[in-house]
């Protein structure tokens, strides 16, 4: 049986930086996937341009039972040095809004920089590699039954990350192992997705798919995201949908500012003053796509003239803009979800190592434990430092 000192299961970002953070130290480590090709989800991400991390990252970036979980890990990791890395392969990059930083040209940079760094620390890579069992032995360390022979290690790291985007072959392998070794591991669902119409408003609000406008999202707890919003043929997408789906649950209505940046009531009284007779559907029509605008009011009332409408109407029509309120149908699931919410639970591992506290020598990195980012890079830097976190310690 081959033994390594570290063996880590999982050849995504967590994965691949945990490998080269521990065989920088000089250990002996063996990186083990199923895939044929490591890093596949980093080659999609961004529009293949991979929104690595961001500027301005704060633990409030980041969903998780225990909120302080996450602060040793990036405070001792911060994006600015791995920011440092990119530039030390010569990788060119550009700021976008809120402070997130992509490639100018392909996510694959980032891929080969992971692992050119895993080849200058001396780490093996083995792809195309099925994990049949794993066991602890009475001595301490963990014997892997694998496809292609048995393996050994002291220590085991678990980067397999969540059930989002099966088609790159996400499974639950990390779930069920941590419950084999008695971890608890909380209930998961579908993170950074796009929200689906009920039935009915499919029909009405289908037409507008492709229409995207500046929008302020607020969630039943109160968090807002002020970005684009998408209007799809299955439901509402674009940053401020993504962002606000982590927070919603089912059943839960969301509500829309459609005019973040206007106050609308003071807007129709000026339109009121300067063009009496103009119809609502024009001025609405200077504000808002006018395909959404006959969408959401009624035939009759737009074609009143301002000084036609009651004050009590514009008072109405201000409030619908401002405070839109949807019902949402459910999300795309894991099939579209940038991340899966839940999982390893938090409470089972230790903040500064990534080490489970029953179970020595067993660490858990990246998506597989209860950790989400917000849309912008912030998952990529929980990958980046929980990887750098356990890779410093086994």
């Not at 970036?61 to 600015?80: D, E, I, M």
């Not at 602890?136 to 985007?165: H, Q, R, Y």
């Not at 779930?175 to 029909?203: C, I, M, N, R």
């Not at 106050?263 to 003053?273: F, H, I, T, V």
Request: glycine content about 10%.
């Amino acid at each position: 049986m081959k033994h390594h000192e570290v063996i880590i299961i999982g050849a995504g970002a967590a994965g691949l930086m945990c490998a080269a953070t521990a065989g920088y130290r000089g250990r002996d480590v063996l990186l083990l996937d199923n895939a044929k090709q490591a890093g596949r989800k980093i080659l999609i991400s961004g529009g293949g341009r991979c929104n690595f991390t961001n500027l301005r990252v704060e633990p409030g970036n980041f969903l998780c039972g225990n909120p302080h979980f996450v602060k040793s890990a990036l405070a001792r990791y911060p994006s600015g040095q791995f920011i440092e890395l990119v530039e030390r392969h010569g990788i060119e990059y550009h700021e976008r809004d809120h402070g997130q930083l992509f490639c100018n040209d392909s996510a694959k940079e980032i891929v080969q920089m992971l692992l050119t760094e895993c080849d200058w620390a001396g780490v093996t890579i083995k792809l195309r590699t099925e994990i049949l069992a794993v066991v602890k032995t009475a001595a301490g360390k963990f014997e892997l039954n694998t496809a292609n022979g048995p393996l050994s290690c002291d220590s085991l790291v678990i980067a397999t990350g969540g059930l989002s985007m099966p088609k790159l072959g996400a499974t639950p392998y990390g779930y069920q192992l941590a419950e084999q070794f008695g971890l608890k591991v909380l209930p998961t669902h579908a993170g950074l997705v796009p929200f689906t119409w009920h039935s009915e408003d499919k029909l009405r609000f289908e037409p507008l798919s492709g229409i995207a406008v500046p929008s302020r999202i607020t969630a039943k707890d109160g968090t807002a995201f002020s970005e684009a919003l998408l209007f799809t043929h299955r439901g509402l997408s674009g940053p401020a949908i993504l962002q606000i789906s982590n927070y919603w649950k089912a059943g839960e209505t969301i509500e829309i500012d459609l005019l973040p940046s206007l106050d609308a009531a003071q807007a129709l009284e000026q339109q009121l003053a300067a063009h009496p007779r103009q119809s609502l559907r024009n001025t609405l029509g200077q504000w808002l796509p006018k395909r959404l605008v006959e969408v959401l009011f009624a035939e009759a009332l737009l074609d009143k003239a301002l000084n036609q409408l009651l004050h009590a109407e514009r008072a109405g029509l201000a409030d619908s803009l401002h405070r839109w309120t949807v019902l949402m149908n459910g999300t795309e699931g894991y099939r579209t979800a940038e991340v899966t919410l839940g999982g390893v639970d938090s409470n089972e591992l230790s903040s500064k190592t990534m080490e489970a506290t029953k179970v020595p020598g067993l660490y858990f990195i990246g998506e597989v434990m209860d950790v989400s980012g917000w849309l912008g890079g912030f998952n990529f830097q929980w990958a980046w430092a929980s990887g750098v976190a356990a890779g410093q310690a086994v």
